[in-house]
């Protein structure tokens, strides 16, 4: 196979942090290959200075054989080096056909009313991967999966050799993400490299000829996929073995803490109802457009129900917002965490305080070591990836925030506590740490509703499973009995 991109000795500080120390890698010509490590190892950041973003501070690069000096963005782009963001960076309030242009506009120097023009080009780019998307839709009003595939035949537009998708699949439903990987080996048929990185692992596995593995930023190397298995992958990125027995669970109390009864809500969800007890994780599982957030936001006040009730202690409470929800002692991890969740501009210490900053207070007034001692706990427990708690939580790594957001709801001591989605774009080793922290909180009384579409996540931590599919509940499940495969022949039907 022919060398593309090959990028030896790679180093890049930012402020004192080294996140890359000495990488390599080299992508052949038309292959598929695939980039994985723990949160915090350096991925975006190669990615980055791939595509010109940002410089490395050392390093060679050399590209289709020969030794460029600098990447730079521009440049990139002109030897057909196109990369998707894991935010896409569409523009939600422009129609497809003008996202999938836009580029290309750019660069004629087109006028942005040549509608004809503007259409010829999303087609074009549309044909290239077989889809047919409505092209005078507003991009956000597209499912997630479909802006994927926006954005992907935006990049599409011009020559393109090597495209890099940035995990790409975090929040795609199972069929979007197959969908997906077809589209990357319908690319790579016709001549295109592509630079993957996932944490998904069974995906890499799936599309990748060559996988490249990032640890605590070096490479420990680059194997033929078919010389791995899961384990010795987990085993190469981690530098542990994944232990990743099913815990028993042990559920006895009959105390219910929280009751919903006959919630509805137009165009969301229909008479939903149903129990939850101390101590209990119940799983609510349904993709993408289920109606599983509509129902947790109800839950939470952000956007009631229009008719039902809800008890809390046996007590009937009225949830109108957010507020109450607090009050009532219900915590809520958005799905869209890293939007909804941080200030992006305050530290990571200020991040993880700013649920309890009240009950840390003394008459109002919070000690610099009380907030420190508070944060650095969290920091230990999660495994958070950061050079010191005062750093702004942007600077953070994609899979860190998350914990950073996760940290913040759960130092809340809830006792209804709600988790959408919890470990979407986290590694696999602070993925089982996460989801033992759930089910120790489940040990200490706290009442737990699980929303995912993962099953294994659903099964392997979960009591009891609501599997839900157009804003009904279709069938409650007891999760020490269901198989995984009935489970995900239950949700193909729907
Ligand atoms: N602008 C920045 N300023 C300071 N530190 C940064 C900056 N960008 C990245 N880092 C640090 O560099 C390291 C690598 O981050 P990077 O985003 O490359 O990780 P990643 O492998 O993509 O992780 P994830 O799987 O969580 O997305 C992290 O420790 C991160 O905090
Ligand atoms: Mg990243």
Redesign the pocket.
């Known amino acids: 196979m022919q060398e593309l991109l090959k990028l030896s000795g790679i180093y890049k500080s930012?402020?004192g942090?080294r996140?890359l120390k000495g990488v390599n890698i080299t992508i052949n010509k038309g292959e598929i290959h695939g980039l994985v490590?723990e949160?915090?190892?350096?991925?975006?950041?190669l990615i980055k200075i791939i595509s010109g973003f940002i410089q490395p501070d050392s390093g060679k690069i050399f590209f289709d054989g020969k030794e460029v000096s600098r990447l730079a963005a521009g440049e990139t782009t002109s030897w057909g080096v196109q990369v998707i963001y894991q935010d896409l960076s569409l523009f939600p309030n422009l129609t497809v056909a003008e996202n999938i242009a836009y580029n290309e506009m750019l660069e004629k120097r087109t006028a942005f009313t040549d509608w004809k023009e503007i259409e010829r080009i999303a087609r074009n780019a549309m044909a290239k991967i077989k889809i047919d998307i409505d092209l005078h839709r507003l991009t956000e009003e597209l499912p997630i999966g479909t802006q994927q595939l926006v954005a992907i035949c935006r990049a599409l537009t011009s020559d393109i050799r090597l495209l890099i998708l940035d995990?790409p699949t975090a929040s795609l439903t199972k069929k979007d993400i197959n969908n997906l990987l077809s589209v990357m080996k319908d690319l790579q048929s016709k001549g295109i490299a592509i630079l993957f990185v996932s944490?998904k692992l069974n995906e890499i596995f799936d599309v990748a000829e060559n996988i490249t593995i990032?640890r605590d930023g070096m490479s420990v190397g680059t194997f033929p996929s078919k010389s791995l298995t899961n384990d010795s992958l987990v085993e190469l990125m981690t530098g542990k073995a994944l232990n990743q027995t099913r815990m028993a669970r042990q559920t006895n109390s009959s105390k219910v803490i929280l009751e919903v009864r006959h919630f509805s809500k137009k165009n969301n969800f229909k008479d939903i109802s149903f129990s939850l007890k101390a101590g209990e994780i119940l799983g609510i599982i349904g993709l993408i457009g289920s109606g599983r957030t509509e129902l947790a936001c109800a839950i939470y006040g952000i956007a009631p129900p229009d008719s039902g009730e809800l008890f809390i202690h046996g007590r009937p409470v009225k949830i109108r917002n957010v507020r109450d929800a607090v009050k009532e002692g219900i915590a809520y991890v958005p799905e869209n965490r890293l939007v909804e969740g941080l200030i992006q501009k305050q530290s990571v210490m200020d991040n993880l305080n700013a649920a309890i900053i009240k009950s840390l207070s003394h008459g109002g007034y919070v000690p610099y070591q009380r907030r420190l001692d508070h944060a650095s706990q969290w920091i230990d427990r999660l495994n958070i990836?950061?050079a010191h708690p005062l750093v702004a939580v942007q600077?953070?790594?994609?899979?860190?925030q998350q914990k950073v957001v996760l940290g913040k709801c759960l130092s809340t001591k809830p006792s209804v506590l709600i988790l959408d989605s919890p470990t979407v774009g986290i590694?696999i080793m602070a993925k089982a740490s996460i989801h033992e922290m759930i089910r120790n909180l489940a040990a200490q009384g706290i009442a737990v509703i699980l929303i995912s579409d993962e099953i294994p996540e659903i099964t392997h931590n979960c009591d009891r499973i609501l599997l839900m599919h157009a804003g009904k509940i279709r069938a409650e499940l007891d999760a020490s009995t269901i198989q995984a495969s009935d489970l995900e022949r239950m949700m193909a039907q729907y």
Request: hydrophobic share 25%; glycine share 20%.
């Open positions: 930012f402020e942090v996140a490590g949160n915090g190892s350096g991925k975006s950041t995990e944490h990032l990836k950061v600077t953070l790594s994609g899979g860190n590694d």
